[in-house]
């Protein structure tokens, strides 16, 4: 970024050229020994009155006209002072902008003197001329600014910010004394400039969470299994010891309740891997329609087990978004499967995927998953996203399912800046409704990270 010219210029003949008067004025004294010593060599010396008197009149004349540079210089150097004081030098900037994270460099007024390339990546809009406060919105990060600047301390502070995203940041603000400026009395006086660096905590945070999620979810639904496997084994190695038909049964159930552990970290895995990234939007390029029809043929073999018949409607043409095609496999999935596992009351499964035009939000799609089985009752939809949260916890077991598949989708969608809508009623069905955001610049979506 190339800093704005200094309002402050060179200093101008009017302000080094002092009256006549006024330059007399200050000369006086050295007038005053010159006439002096005028009269003495009169007195003394025999010098002729007129020889001393043309002496102090050119001494006069030349104090009085003649630009003095010491003068000049000197209002020179307290304008560049000043000037050092308002707009970072080439040795700061370059300094900042060697730096990986956003950082500011204010005046001790709170104006923005000077950002690097990562703040303006990450901050709109961000010009210096302009108060820090109107790229930098956290009410803590501007009093702790303020606290800066009274206290010429340094303040370290983090913040949540909730829209778009769960983003957690810490600044980190330090006043900073140009040499030569009066430092030395830091403290007494506001500092030349306050450096802001901030840095996003998001993936730390989520990292952290993602932990602590997965000990609180894993250890309540694995104990289940896990305690069904333990009693097998004491059976195995007690009562049924000699019973060899006995444990083949056994083993059979415990190879399920292994599995079932399995899809549980799995799916648990896969979901914290989601919500890492969670605040980072897709730039592929990838086709819906050519994800959609994968999975329908991915699901045919359930679809004939379950007796089912998967009908599809689908454009004629490409489906082309934002996104990333695994994870939006994941979600097609999960709804089909649910459709064909939840639904068997239904003969059919209908896949629909439309194209929606709104005047605010532009072009958009709608992938629809329609069932004509049980349908879930009201009370149900709000909740259905949340973890390990079952319509019928019996079925959903029999049916291998975890309680995590549409949580996943929702994580999924989140981050693809998508929506999932579910209608039902009991004894009618469910349409599955998701609404995912057409082709966006990809150069707009990583300024938009
Ligand atoms: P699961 O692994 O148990 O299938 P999901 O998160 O995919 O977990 O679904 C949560 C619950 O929502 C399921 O247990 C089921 O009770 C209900 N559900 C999901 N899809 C349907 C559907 N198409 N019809 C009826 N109920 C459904």
């Known amino acids: 970024m190339t800093a704005t010219p200094s309002p402050l210029e060179e200093p101008s003949e009017a ?244 599995g079932r552990m399995r899809r549980l970290i799995d799916d648990i895995l896969s979901l914290s891997r989601i919500e890492l990234k969670a605040h980072v939007r897709p730039a592929n390029v990838v086709d819906l329609s050519e994800i959609v029809r994968h999975t329908a043929d991915a699901l045919s073999p359930l679809a004939s087990e379950m007796n089912v018949e998967i009908r599809m409607h689908m454009p004629e043409e490409p489906v082309r978004l934002n996104g990333d095609r695994d994870e939006l496999i994941q979600v097609t999935e999960n709804l089909v499967e649910n459709a064909l596992k939840y639904g068997n009351g239904g003969k059919y499964v209908d896949v629909t995927l439309s194209g929606l035009e709104e005047a605010t939000e532009g072009q958009s799609w709608l992938l629809e998953v329609r069932d004509y089985g049980e349908g879930i009752p009201r009370e149900h939809l709000p909740r259905l996203t949340e973890r390990f949260y079952r319509v019928d916890a019996e079925s959903s077991r029999a049916m291998k399912g975890t309680g995590l598949g549409l949580a996943i989708v929702k994580h999924i969608l989140t981050r693809h800046r998508g929506r999932l809508d579910v209608d039902s009623e009991a004894g009618q069905g469910a349409t599955f409704k998701v609404k995912l955001p057409g082709l966006e610049n990809s150069e707009d979506i990583s300024a938009k990270n």
């Open 15 to 258: 302000q080094t050229a002092a009256s006549p008067l006024t330059r007399l004025g200050e000369s006086r004294w050295i007038l005053v020994a010159a006439a002096f010593i005028a009269v003495v060599a009169i007195l003394l010396y025999q010098v002729p009155v007129w020889a001393a008197a043309l002496g102090v009149a050119l001494l006069a004349g030349s104090a009085a006209f003649v630009p003095r540079r010491a003068a000049a210089r000197r209002v020179q150097l307290s304008t560049q002072r000043e000037r050092r004081r308002m707009w970072p030098g080439t040795g700061m900037k370059v300094t900042v902008d060697a730096l990986p994270t956003p950082c500011f460099v204010a005046d001790g007024r709170g104006i923005t003197r000077y950002v690097n390339a990562s703040a303006q990546a990450a901050y709109e809009g961000v010009k210096p001329g302009d108060p820090l406060s109107f790229s930098l919105r956290a009410p803590s990060l501007l009093e702790a600014f303020d606290r800066v600047c009274a206290t010429a301390g340094t303040e370290r502070i983090s913040w949540i910010e909730k829209v778009p995203t769960e983003t957690w940041y810490e600044a980190h603000i330090a006043p900073i004394y140009m040499p030569g400026s009066g430092g030395q009395e830091m403290g007494t006086r506001r500092p030349d400039f306050i450096l802001v660096v901030i840095q996003d905590l998001t993936e730390n945070r989520r990292l952290e969470r993602m932990r602590t999620d997965f000990v609180a979810n894993a250890s309540h639904e694995l104990r289940t299994p896990l305690a069904s496997l333990t009693g097998f084994i004491e059976t195995i190695q007690g009562p049924a010891r000699n019973d060899p038909e006995a444990q083949d049964r056994f083993l059979s159930i415990m190879l399920d309740q292994a």
